[in-house]
């Protein structure tokens, strides 16, 4: 056989003409999918496809690296906030949370009961914002518009429970060391149940329309799936690890604060796939919702909701690692402080990234068509990553 | 929900109409008028009522009444006629472009939006022609190493294939620009040009994700096209006839899509995959591959092949009611005449249209559009409540499902003539 092809070839040398020969590179395309690509955003990942088979990826973050780690070594404690929030905007509450945790444990103060409750209200508010921004994208990239008007649509009813409560909409550098910035408004607590009340039922639409979609089922069931032994050894977080069968919540596990008194189930589900990871973040929200109700049935009706500091706080010497339970994982902030009024070295440990590292595991063997559902159900924010 | 834009006033929405209509009377007199009686004046124009048109006679006909029903009742019997405006491509542009205004609308109040609101004062109605507009000045843009002359083509040759199809749809008795005995046949040769033309250009195109969209559309349009012919097949069985007017007129007394369920499914599904619509929009997908095969258009070039699409589903759903919903049959609602019958008096005569007003055809019209209209919203449904599909899903359910379906209801329209139910001489024909 090698022979003839040989010699057809040398035989149409003779004649002016040019076989050529099919080799396994010829199959093969690389695709640069992003940093502008609908289907990545702020990110890049190359990837090698054998007519619609993934053969590689190569995930390259850090389009939007801004440096948050060293900004913060030349601000003091309360400055900042307003920069450390920038990464995830729609998540500002938790990724502020852990850092305030960890602030506190440095400078040794301790938070009025009231605040903590406040606190842990305004994140979990957030924690909805994000998870139905995120569900929003997760719908056009599977093509289905409504589901990414519907979404952000009600992303306003808590965006205007936050307007409320903290006079931002986004970005609302609420949670600060030493508790929250100012108590609720006047008729917080009943317009609060009435959304989530409303909220609820929206949930139970999306269930409709999108998660019992066969359309939707068949193309997510089965499709990049991650055992739970993988998902344990590549150390992914957050909703990723939890539609892996891993019933893991820092809320649950490390509780911060007053969560130790919230009667709450871990979310999880046992299949792992791509299904698994979008139907965990609306358990994640119908859980949340509880959440807020215990909440606001427990908080204290009056009280302090900040500790006196001073306006730069400065501790002894020393150390700190806190985490919090945000929408895409576990957030955890390393903290290394010599005494003076700005930190040393601070560290963000996020979960995006964390997640980013089953991409390639993930997408290597799937179809392209699978790409977008694959790469955005790993709850990865990209801004984030790079922070 | 807010319809009207912030501080609308009636008034000067009919000041402004008024203005528009006194500057187009103007523009007619002064540049309009001159440049017909010119052209006028050099070509050689018919008899019309026994009577040779000169430019003078021809103006003096538009102007006197009485005389100008003759003229039109001329013009709209010619074939250029039937080709360019009615039966033909400028009724279905209009199609199109009520579609994509309807869709924009139909959509955003599923979607808890409100749509276009702002263009045209009222609903947003003027944003159609704004985004036309739009899109004619904007700079067409060719990427480097493209085949230049397929570039430019493919999309013109997109917007006449659809024409095409358009040309032979009968929207009423006799209306139809291109009666051929082969209706059905050449409906479906017509359409196997679409694969091919969305293939060069995503060749021409130089780049990568047009390439692998066109490859999608290829292999979509190709396993689709099958199930699409087949389920038309059983029509043809039951009509007896490839004509399309034929087989509407086959379906006296009972529509095709009672016999033929399966089919009309069959076909409503291969249709919207001809069509590109989600579910089944993979060579447009553009969480995966960008825009697929349309990602290196621009400009003008994107706009034809738009609007190549929607008279594309304007062809397909005005088909499905030729083969399934009885073509323009329904009950007669026009009247016989629009007034008092052989009246005298000129200006009645124009207001009644007479000798101009046919109601058979009227009705047919009438019936035969709102039918098309429901299947449009029909197709345009799916948009707000399905996600993609897969591409190995849609082999599956093109090769597989759909094929074996059309041969169920093939079957049993076999044994409906065979059991002389329907057909010569069956039970249900009509006599």
Excluded at chain 1, 80 to 100: F, G, K, M, Q, W
Excluded at chain 1, 253 to 278: L, T
Excluded at chain 1, 308 to 321: D, F, N, V
Excluded at chain 2, 296 to 302: C, N, R
Aim: include cysteine; glycine fraction near 8%; hydrophobic fraction near 45%.
């Amino acid at each position: 056989m090698e022979k003839n092809l040989q010699g057809q070839i040398d035989d149409s040398t003779k004649l002016g003409m040019q076989i050529v020969k099919e080799s396994e590179d010829d199959r093969l395309m690389t695709l640069s999918v992003g940093p502008q690509h609908p289907g990545s955003g702020h990110f890049r990942f190359v990837v090698t496809v054998d007519g619609d088979y993934i053969v590689h990826c190569d995930p390259d973050p850090g389009y939007v690296h801004r440096g948050e780690e060293k900004m913060c070594e030349y601000r003091n404690f309360i400055q900042n906030i307003p920069h450390l929030e920038r990464p995830v905007i729609h998540d500002s509450a938790n990724i502020t949370y852990s850092y305030s945790l960890a602030v506190e444990e440095l400078v040794g103060i301790e938070v009025p009961r009231r605040g903590q409750f406040i606190r842990a209200i305004a994140s979990e508010l957030d924690r909805q914002v994000y998870t139905l921004y995120w569900l929003a994208i997760y719908g056009i990239f599977l093509g289905h518009s409504t589901m990414f008007m519907w979404p952000t649509g009600d992303r306003e009813l808590f965006i205007d429970l936050l307007d409320a409560l903290t006079g931002a909409r986004v970005t609302h550098a609420f949670n600060i060391p030493g508790g929250v910035r100012n108590d609720i408004p006047y008729g917080f607590k009943d317009k609060c149940l009435r959304h989530i009340a409303y909220f609820e039922k929206r949930l139970k639409e999306y269930e409709d329309i999108f998660y019992n979609n066969p359309l939707m089922r068949q193309r997510t069931e089965g499709v990049g799936i991650l055992t739970k032994e993988d998902a344990i050894k590549l150390g992914v977080t957050g909703s990723v690890l939890r539609a892996s069968g891993v019933p893991y919540d820092i809320r649950k596990a490390e509780p911060y604060d007053i969560y130790n008194e919230i009667d709450f189930k871990v979310q999880y589900m046992k299949s792992g796939d791509s299904f698994a990871r979008a139907y965990v973040p609306l358990l994640d929200m119908r859980e949340s919702c509880q959440i807020m109700r215990q909440l606001i049935d427990k908080m204290p009706d009056s009280g302090e909701v900040r500790a006196k500091l001073q306006p730069t706080p400065k501790g002894p010497p020393g150390e700190a690692y806190r985490r919090v339970e945000s929408g895409r994982g576990a957030l955890g902030y390393y903290i290394v402080s010599d005494g003076t009024p700005k930190p040393y070295r601070v560290k963000i440990s996020v979960g995006s990234f964390r997640n980013l590292i089953a991409l390639p595991h993930l997408l290597v063997g799937s179809k392209l068509g699978d790409m977008p559902s694959v790469y955005w159900s790993l709850n990865y924010w990209p801004v984030e990553a790079d922070r | 929900m807010a319809t009207a834009p912030q501080g609308f006033r009636f008034g000067n929405f009919v000041a402004s109409l008024i203005w528009l209509i006194l500057w187009i009377l103007i523009i007619v007199a002064l540049v309009a008028l001159p440049v017909i009686f010119i052209i006028l004046f050099y070509l050689p124009l018919p008899p019309v009522n026994g009577e040779v048109l000169t430019p003078y006679l021809f103006l003096s006909m538009m102007v006197d009444p009485t005389r100008t029903l003759p003229i039109v009742k001329f013009l709209i019997h010619t074939e250029l006629f039937k080709v360019a405006v009615f039966p033909g491509f400028t009724f279905a542009a209009l199609f199109a472009a009520v579609t994509i205004f309807v869709e924009r609308k139909f959509l955003a109040k599923m979607q808890l939006r409100v749509g276009p609101l702002y263009c045209g004062k009222i609903e947003g109605i003027l944003q159609l022609a704004a985004d036309g507009l739009k899109l004619i000045s904007k700079e067409i843009i060719i990427p480097s190493g493209a085949d230049k002359p397929i570039f430019w083509t493919a999309p013109i040759a997109f917007v006449a294939t659809a024409a095409a199809v358009v040309a032979l749809i009968p929207v009423a008795p006799g209306w139809v620009a291109a009666n051929v005995n082969v209706g059905l046949i050449a409906v479906f040769a017509i359409l196997g040009f679409f694969p091919l033309i969305a293939l060069l250009f995503s060749w021409a195109s130089n780049s990568k994700y047009p390439f692998l969209g066109g490859l999608r559309a290829l292999h979509q349009m190709i396993a689709f096209e099958i199930p699409f012919f087949l389920s038309g097949l059983s029509v043809v069985v039951l009509a007896g006839s490839l004509n399309l007017t034929n087989i509407v007129n086959a379906q006296h007394p009972f529509w095709f899509i009672f016999f033929l369920p399966i089919s009309a499914f069959v076909f409503f599904i291969s249709s919207l995959a001809e069509l590109e619509r989600i579910p089944f929009d993979l060579p447009e997908a553009e969480s995966e591959i960008v825009a697929g095969w349309l990602t290196e258009t621009s400009g003008m070039i994107y706009g034809l092949i738009q609007l190549g699409s929607y008279v594309k589903v304007y062809a397909l759903s005005a088909l499905f009611v030729i083969l399934f919903l009885g073509g323009w049959a329904g009950p007669q609602i026009f009247p016989k005449e629009l007034g008092p019958s052989n009246t005298t008096i000129p200006l009645l005569q124009l207001l009644t249209l007479q000798g101009f007003y046919n109601s058979i055809t009227v009705n047919a019209i009438f019936w035969f559009t709102l039918k098309t209209f429901g299947i449009i919203m029909l197709m345009l449904l799916p948009r707000g409540i399905n996600p993609r599909i897969r591409i190995d899903i849609l082999l599956h359910t093109g090769w597989y499902k759909l094929i074996v379906l059309t041969f169920i209801n093939m079957f049993i329209a076999l044994a409906l003539i065979y059991g002389g139910i329907l057909g010569p001489g069956g039970l249900l024909t009509a006599h």
